[in-house]
Structures are given as structure tokens and as C-alpha cells.
């Protein structure tokens, strides 16, 4: 049995606190680095480890290894131990001096470089030094772009602060006890949150702030200071003390003076540790990319999971739509490993759940940029696959970097559309070593029947197929960089058949796009062709011909590699590269009627049952006689009729069109106001929520946190799959255009 402590051993415990905060002091307060001359200059400073010397004293420049050579308190060292921390990495042993000293830190370093402590420790410190209590209220304030990574970072926290007596609270969007939230959130000395929630309750908590504020972090800084967290961030700041210490985190971190500005920076120190170093990414993690047409990406991403049934795989596509879709569709194939989806539409228990699993179990995990940054994933995604091209090489470092963490080892590929090979150049320009290599269909299973017949039986795929289709496609369209993202050139009829779809969903925007110039030459597929004939030429320097590649990687990924194709020698056998030719021009498209099967066609027989073609009635011999018999006078006046008629049943279409669309947006409207009317009604239910049903934080790190949420956070996502659109208006069908023809032929030979 624990004996209750005494108070004797509680004055006793407090005076050697308080002597060993007053020794951290005087080192500290020695022991300043050097910071640069002119910090917002950018350029990093000189390498400043810090450590004891061997008469006592502590210097900045002896060069500390270990966290157990800093000034840091037992109760920190205690957590670092019980972690299994004790050597530093190069950001822990760059920044730390600099931001134990109460610096403002811009640090910069490869992603899963351990970046999450090198802000944690300072934390703690800080706030342990100035003897921070549960009355003293927020103390400091570390933000997240997403909820997961806050909950990853809450974890962090916990293991490190275990013997600290810090109160800490993890406020993300997703669940509904913010009322509870609202009672305890001024206890709280520690908020790792979303900006979001954050906002939220600066504007509705009674009596919430934050004035006591003595550090703010941002973990994955040039997120949050980027645009789509903007409005939220600058509402924040405009509430916080100018007075405080700022750290900011990334592995592309910003350099914008003008977000610096923002934040009120003091002479920060820019610590960016693999400035200098070869690779922009993990020396350990190998990356590949191939060119593959749009239309067999699904049917390459297919055969890549079977082929790694026995890996973590983490998938990137580009909205959630994409990623509901593959996921119920592969599902459905059983492809012989669990599969996972993970997207900012999801419940967020359903979030933490699936990403809890990921981390234990091998398995795939299909999900959009919500998992991109800052994840670690128990370090054991053994692949990333990049189904869509990233938005930017930012993008692409922070979702790669799922994998090679700390020191483990881990592979990347990126799947590139013949129009999206620009991106290649510049992953080379930012010092990314990737190998192109050529993908063959030797062992490349194709899953666009499979589809085809599943989206037949289950209508609701159907749908999430048009959606996904469509998504896709308005994603493309809103790119900003038009050197790698043009959605003109994509193969759209193909990309749907690839999707199992019947028909080509109608997209509006694109219409708009080629209006006005012929739909062939718009929609002309002008893959680069420098790489499809000669990649070399494109893919010089590191990423060069990238071949060989090493023993391990072509044993295993045969079915991706160009050797294979060599020594295959089938005619049977195609190289996805070259399957297209260097320019290929689509046949004029129709955007209204792309049937690519006749699925709910209706099927015409003649007198003796045999099928007909469509507009077989048509060429009816008899009725051709009939025809000819008219004179060619006649004929034009007969046809200039049928243009009137056309006309007109032309404008009762649109009527008929602009009516249905008009039903539609009334129906959404109502939709959207009785899911608000249900909201209030459960909003005003959750007073009735008992306490046992929260997990909150009191007192010491380690118990249970108050969860919060906010709506903020994936707002990539949200931007992306708002603008989806639904099929457009009904198309005509061949079997009413057949009826339509031959009521007008009809009326015209009578
Ligand atoms: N000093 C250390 N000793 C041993 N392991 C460490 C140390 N520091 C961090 N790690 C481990 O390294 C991994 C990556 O750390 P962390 O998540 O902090 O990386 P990061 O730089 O923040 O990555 P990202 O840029 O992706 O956010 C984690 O699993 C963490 O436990």
C-alpha cells in the first residue's frame, strides 16, 4: 500500500524544487548562446550544443550529446528516461540551447527528425521554472493543423511531462462535449489543440483567456500560417500576449518575413539543421515514380497491393471522395489485406480509431492530406503510394515523409499522369533523389471490369464513382500550378470507364473551359512526350535513369520495373510507358452521351429476334425507298422544318432542365436546414450529458483529456469536395434520340 506522502516530505520535495529551479536559472542565465546577428536574415547560426563543463560550470558550446547533459529538470530527465530518450537529434541538440534560453525558434529539419520534442522540453521547462500552477491558467498553447496530430502530440506531451504536475488539454473538433470543455478549459495549463477549437473558445467561453501566456508553439508552422488557417490564426493572435515565447516547427518551414511578422517574432533563431544537407528527405527512404495514364492508375495501384500483402501501406489520393471510393470498391475485390480509409468527412472516433489500428496492425490505409503531415505511425509504414500528384513539393516531402522515420528505413512511390511529369523536375530542383522507372503490365492485374460490374450491383457505388470522377477533376482544375496541373489534357472518357462508370458524368466546369474551341483539340492527351521516348533526357542528375535499382527493390517490385520487360520479350507483354504514343489526340468527345457500354440500353430485335444496332429502324430499306422518292427541293424545305422543330423541343429540354436543377437546389436547401434544425435540437440535448461521459483533464498530464472539436481542421479537404458536383442534367438516351429521329422521319413522310 502507497503511504499518504507527509507534509513534512511535501515542504522537503517543494525546497529542492525550488533549489534546483533556482540552479537551472544561474546556468541558463550563464550560459546564453550567441544568437545570430540579424536572426530574420535566415541564415543559420553557428552550431551551439550545450553543456557542463568539468568544473561545474555550463557552456552553450561544449557539446552535448545527451538530453542527461542539459539543464533540464529531473522530472523532464525522469520522462525522457521512462521514453527511452537520452541521445539528442541534431534539431533537439541545435534548438534546445537557443530555446531553453527563452528564444524564439523557427526550427527547420527532415521529417521524422524529432522535431516534437525539440518543442516539448522547452514547454515544460519553461513553465516548470516559472513554477506554473493550476492558478495560474493557459501557460502555453501548441497548435496543429489536424486533429490527429494534435492527439500524437498530446501523446508526446504526456510521456515527457509524466512526472510534471502540469495540467494539459487536447481541444480538437469532432466531438460534442464542448460544454464540458467550456467548464474546466480555464484549469488547463497546457492547450494542444487545432486552431479551430481554439477560436472557438476564445469566442464563447466565459471568462477564457489566455493572458498569461508564456509560450506558443505551432508544430507544422507553414500550415497553419498558410491561407486556409488565416482568418483563425489572426483572430488568435490578436488575442494572445505580444510577450511571449514562439516556437515554430516544420520540415518546410516558411521563410515569408510577412507570416514571421504576423506572429511578432523576436530576433528568432532560424535553426534549420539538413540545410546543408544533400537530400531534402530522409537519407534512408527510397523513392520511386512511374508515368501511367490516368485511366490505369486504379488498375497499377490494384496490382501494387497485391504484390505487398505483407506491408503497411499508406495510399494518397487526392479528396475524400477518391478515397471513399477506392476504399468501398477494393474492399468489395477482398484483395487478401485489411483495408483502412481516413479522411476529414469522417466522425472523429471513427479517425482516432482507424488511425489507432493503422499504427498496430499491417495493413492499407487509404486517405487524403489529412495524414500528410506530421504523423508517425509507430514508425512502421513500410510504403507510401501517391495515387494523385501532391499539390506541391511541400506536399510531397510531408506525405513520404510517413515513412523512414527516426531510423528506420522506408519506400515512397509516386504515380504521375503523362501530362503531371513537370512535378519531377521540381522534386529534382528541391533536392529530392527519386528514381523514374517504368512501369510494365507484365504482372499488372486490371480492376476496371471488376469495378464496371460491382458499380452495376451496388448503386451506391455508383455514385460515389461519379463523385469521385468528378472531385478528381475539379481538384486538377483548381490547382494553382498550371505547368504540372491541366485538366484539359486529361483522358476524362477513359478515366471514367477506368472508375467502372457506364457513362461519362457531365462536369460543368470543364464544359465552360473548352467552350467556344473544338472539343478534340481541348481535349487532346499531349503526354510529355520527352518522357515517354526518352525519360533519361528529362530525368537527368539524381534522378538520371535511376537504374539499377538496388537488388532488394527489383526482387520485390518486379512487376514495376523496366528490366522485367526486357527480358520478357512477349508481344503480349505492354509497357505502360509505351502505350501512348508520344501525342494521341481523342476523338472528338461528346460531353452529353459517352457511352463507353450498353449497360441500360435498350436493346432493339427485328422480325426474326435478331438484335439491332441502335437507329437500325433507320435503315429500314423500305423507308429509305420512301425517302428518296422525295426531290431535293423538297427536302432541304422538309429539313429546314425539322431544325424549327428541333429548336423547340430543344428549349422544352432546357425548360425542363432548368426546372429539375431548380427542384434540386431547393431540395438541398431544405436539406441543409433541417440538418442545421437537428444540430440546435442536439446542441440543446448535450446539457443533458452526464460528466462520466467526458474525458477530461485535471490536474497532472497522463490522465484522461478533455477533447474538443472544431470544424477547422482538413479544411484542404473541405475546400476540395465542397465543389463537388453531381451528374448534370439527364442526357438524352440513343433510345430516345432513336424515337425522336423516327417520329420526325415519320412526320415527314407523311
Ligand atoms: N532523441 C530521440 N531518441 C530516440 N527517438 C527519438 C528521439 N527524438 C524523436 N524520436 C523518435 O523519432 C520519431 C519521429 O519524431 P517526430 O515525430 O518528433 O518527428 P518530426 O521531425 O516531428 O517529424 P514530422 O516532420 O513528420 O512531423 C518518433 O517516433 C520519436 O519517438
Known amino acids: 500500500m502507497r503511504r499518504p506522502k507527509t507534509k513534512k516530505f511535501k515542504i522537503q520535495n517543494r525546497l529542492s524544487e525550488v533549489k534546483e529551479i533556482e540552479l537551472l536559472e544561474s ?47 529531473k522530472k523532464t530527465k525522469d520522462g525522457l528516461a521512462g521514453a527511452s530518450y537520452s541521445k539528442m537529434t541534431d534539431i533537439q541538440r541545435a534548438s534546445l540551447p537557443h530555446s531553453l534560453c527563452g528564444r524564439d525558434i523557427l526550427g527547420a529539419a527532415k521529417t521524422g527528425s524529432g522535431k516534437t520534442m525539440a518543442f516539448v522540453i522547452p514547454v515544460l521547462e519553461k513553465l516548470y521554472r516559472a513554477r506554473w500552477g493550476p492558478e495560474d491558467g493557459v501557460g502555453c498553447i501548441i497548435m496543429s493543423p489536424t486533429r490527429e496530430l494534435a492527439g500524437q502530440l498530446f501523446e508526446v506531451l504526456k510521456s515527457a511531462g509524466k512526472y510534471h504536475g502540469f495540467s494539459a488539454g487536447l481541444l480538437i473538433g469532432g466531438r460534442k462535449d464542448v460544454d464540458t470543455e467550456k467548464e474546466r478549459v480555464n484549469e488547463l495549463n497546457i492547450l ?13 467561453t466565459p471568462n477564457f483567456e489566455c493572458s498569461q501566456l508564456q509560450v506558443l508553439v505551432l508544430d507544422e508552422a507553414d500550415r497553419i500560417l498558410d491561407v486556409g488557417f488565416k482568418k483563425e490564426l489572426n483572430a488568435i493572435i490578436s488575442q494572445l500576449p505580444k510577450h511571449r515565447q514562439t516556437l515554430l516547427f516544420s520540415a518546410t518551414q516558411t521563410k515569408s518575413v510577412q507570416d514571421l511578422a504576423r506572429l511578432s517574432l523576436k530576433d528568432p533563431e532560424y535553426i534549420s539543421v539538413h540545410e546543408e544537407s544533400e537530400t531534402a528527405t530522409p537519407s534512408r527512404l527510397q523513392q520511386t515514380a512511374m508515368v501511367i495514364p490516368l485511366d490505369q492508375k486504379l488498375d497499377m495501384l490494384w496490382s501494387f497491393l497485391k504484390a505487398h500483402l505483407n506491408s503497411r501501406v499508406l495510399v494518397f489520393l487526392s479528396s475524400c471522395k477518391q478515397v471513399k471510393f477506392v476504399y468501398e470498391a477494393f474492399k468489395k475485390l477482398r484483395p487478401g489485406i485489411p483495408l483502412k480509409c481516413l479522411h476529414g468527412r469522417m466522425k472523429q472516433d471513427r479517425r482516432m480509431g482507424i488511425y489507432a489500428q493503422f499504427c498496430e496492425k499491417r495493413s492499407v490505409l487509404f486517405s487524403t492530406d489529412v495524414a500528410s503531415r506530421g504523423l508517425d505511425f509507430n514508425k512502421a509504414v513500410d510504403w507510401v503510394v501517391q495515387v494523385d500528384c501532391p499539390e506541391d513539393v511541400a506536399s510531397y516531402i510531408h506525405r513520404v515523409g510517413r515513412t523512414a522515420r527516426y531510423l528506420s528505413g522506408g519506400r515512397s512511390i509516386l504515380f504521375l499522369t503523362p501530362s503531371e511529369t513537370k512535378m519531377l523536375d521540381k522534386l529534382q530542383e528541391k533536392k529530392i533523389p527519386i528514381r523514374y522507372i517504368k512501369a510494365n503490365t507484365k504482372r499488372l492485374q486490371p480492376v476496371s471490369g471488376l469495378l464496371a460490374a460491382l458499380l452495376v450491383k451496388y448503386p451506391n457505388l455508383q455514385q460515389l464513382a461519379q463523385r469521385a470522377f468528378i472531385t478528381y477533376l475539379r481538384s486538377i482544375h483548381k490547382q494553382r500550378d498550371k505547368e504540372v496541373f491541366e485538366v484539359t489534357k486529361l483522358p476524362i472518357d477513359e478515366f471514367s470507364a477506368s472508375l467502372g462508370l457506364p457513362m461519362t ?3 460543368r466546369f470543364l464544359k465552360q473551359k473548352v467552350k467556344g474551341k473544338k472539343m478534340s483539340e481541348e481535349l487532346t492527351l499531349v503526354p510529355d512526350s520527352t518522357v515517354d521516348e526518352n525519360p533519361s533526357e528529362l530525368l537527368q542528375g539524381s534522378l538520371g535513369t535511376g537504374r539499377p535499382m538496388d537488388e532488394e527493390l527489383q526482387l520485390e517490385e518486379g512487376f514495376l520495373l523496366e528490366k522485367d520487360i526486357q527480358h520478357v520479350g512477349e508481344e503480349s507483354t505492354i509497357n505502360i510507358g509505351d502505350a501512348l504514343p508520344a501525342t494521341r489526340v481523342l476523338k472528338k468527345k461528346k460531353l452529353k452521351i459517352n457511352v463507353h457500354r450498353p449497360v441500360g440500353t435498350r436493346v432493339v430485335f427485328d422480325d426474326e429476334g435478331n438484335t439491332l444496332p441502335p437507329l437500325a429502324k433507320l435503315a429500314d430499306p423500305k423507308m429509305k425507298a420512301n425517302s428518296v422518292m422525295l426531290d431535293k427541293d423538297k427536302v432541304n424545305q422538309r429539313y429546314a422544318e425539322l431544325r424549327e422543330e428541333m429548336k423547340v423541343v430543344d428549349k422544352v429540354d432546357k425548360a425542363l432542365d432548368h426546372q429539375r436543377r431548380k427542384e434540386k437546389r ?8 433541417r440538418g442545421r434544425d437537428e444540430e440546435d435540437g442536439e446542441r440543446m440535448s448535450e446539457d443533458d450529458i452526464s460528466e462520466t461521459d467526458m474525458e477530461v483533464t485535471t490536474g497532472r498530464i497522463g490522465k484522461k483529456a478533455k477533447v474538443y472539436f472544431d470544424s477547422d481542421s482538413d479544411g484542404d479537404e473541405r475546400r476540395k469536395d465542397e465543389d463537388s458536383i453531381g451528374m448534370g442534367s439527364r442526357d438524352v438516351t440513343l433510345a430516345e434520340q432513336e424515337e425522336l429521329a423516327l417520329k420526325l422521319l415519320s412526320s415527314m413522310h407523311s
Open 27 to 73: 546556468w541558463i542565465a550563464s550560459a546564453k548562446p550567441d544568437s545570430g546577428s540579424n536572426p530574420l536574415s535566415l541564415t543559420p547560426p553557428k552550431k551551439s550544443p550545450i553543456g557542463i563543463l568539468p568544473d561545474g560550470s555550463y557552456s552553450p558550446y561544449s557539446g552535448a550529446e545527451k538530453f542527461s547533459q542539459l539543464p533540464l529538470s
Open 192 to 204: 494542444v489543440c487545432t486552431p479551430g477549437r481554439l477560436l472557438q473558445h476564445m469566442d464563447e
Open 666 to 673: 431547393i431540395k438541398q436547401k431544405m436539406k441543409l436546414k
Open 505 to 507: 458524368p457531365k462536369v
